[in-house]
């Protein structure tokens, strides 16, 4: 079961000029430190331009220790042509790299499309000063200066500093023991009563193939539609987790009074459709910047076994 929580509002994006930027705010972002961010990210990939439908091109080539920026597309080695406002999308990240090659909406004329995804690390440390993370760079610790186990399980009563600092170091916290089990088994009961309800192509529920051949459910947006499953964004067990966090963040706004909360049935080795979702990045066909949660909230109603999903069999939280 998850739900997703967000920053407050951002402002209005910023209107790009295609070659403002690149003559005068790009140039000026590499200088002030995001050229020696993106360096590193952008090595042993060649140059890349992008190319308006209008012919108009900018090239970004790779230096030890920054990016230059040169007009044209002459000699750049891999060539993306999109048109100029899906590139504005791009900086903003609202659109990406594969949502545009899978969706048609961008082509790459010369050079490999797939080396335009490999500088996505670069492109977001140049466009908005994100480093590139090099886990050969990075050590983490606990709170004494030791390495961070990154297996480590905690309890509801544990600390909250230390739960704090493993949430910013790791970027994920695993707490066991929130609810109770009248209160898991409770909210089963609503998650079948979800599963009974849900139909193929209602628009609210996720469907999969099994090996066999049968249509399985893998997953219900409308748990929100339940009260207890709609309690979960409020509950102050949930509420004081999410405060660990470093942003004030708000619960995502569902489309509907019925959403906002999902129900995800694992269900693994099917021949089609999304069943056992890996690590993944919710923002990797597009929206990122006004879709994705920056905090996602999973709670487990049942053990994590090979049959649910799961690669090992251990108790569920």
């Known amino acids: 079961m998850q739900t ?22 790009l140039p000026e972002r590499l200088r002030f430190g995001n050229g020696a961010l993106a360096a590193p990210g952008a090595r ?18 790779p230096r030890p220790d920054t990016i230059d920026v040169v007009e044209g597309d002459a000699l750049a080695d891999t060539v993306i042509e999109v048109e100029a406002e899906l590139w504005r999308n791009l900086v903003h990240e609202l659109d990406t790299a ?13 050079g490999k499309a797939l080396r ?43 600390e909250r500093a230390e739960l704090a600092h493993f949430l910013r170091a790791a970027g994920y916290l695993f707490v066991r023991g929130v609810f109770d089990a009248a209160e898991v088994a409770n909210l089963w009961a609503e998650a079948e009563e979800l599963a009974r309800e849900a139909v193929p ?11 066999s051949g049968e249509s399985v459910l893998t997953r219900v947006t409308r748990a929100a539609a ?14 004081a987790l999410k405060d660990l966090s470093d942003e004030s963040l708000e619960h995502r706004l569902p489309p509907s009074a019925e959403e906002g909360v999902t129900v995800i049935w694992k269900r693994p080795l099917l021949r089609e459709g999304l069943g056992d979702l890996p690590w993944h ?37």
């Open 4 to 25: 997703g929580y967000t920053e407050g509002m951002a402002d209005p994006f910023e209107p790009l000029d295609f070659h403002r930027f690149h003559r005068e705010e």
């Open 44 to 61: 042993g990939l060649g140059s890349l331009a992008f190319r308006l439908p209008s012919g108009d091109a900018y090239s970004y080539v």
């Open 98 to 110: 594969p949502g545009l090659l899978y969706g048609g909406r961008a082509r790459c004329p010369r």
């Open 116 to 158: 335009w995804l490999a500088w996505e690390p670069a492109l977001r440390a140049m466009w908005s000063g994100r480093p590139v993370y090099d886990p050969d760079g990075v050590r983490l610790e606990d709170r004494r200066g030791q390495p961070l186990d990154p297996a480590r399980v905690f309890g509801a009563d544990d």
């Open 201 to 211: 192509g209602d628009k609210l529920s996720w469907w999969g193939k099994a090996a």
């Open 226 to 239: 339940r009260p207890s499953l709609a309690a979960i964004v409020r509950d102050p067990r949930i509420l």
């Open 281 to 317: 990045r919710d923002c990797g066909m597009g929206g990122h910047a006004v879709m994705c949660p920056t905090l996602v909230v999973s709670t487990y109603l049942t053990p994590s076994t090979p049959e649910t999903g799961g690669e090992t069999a251990t108790p569920a939280p």
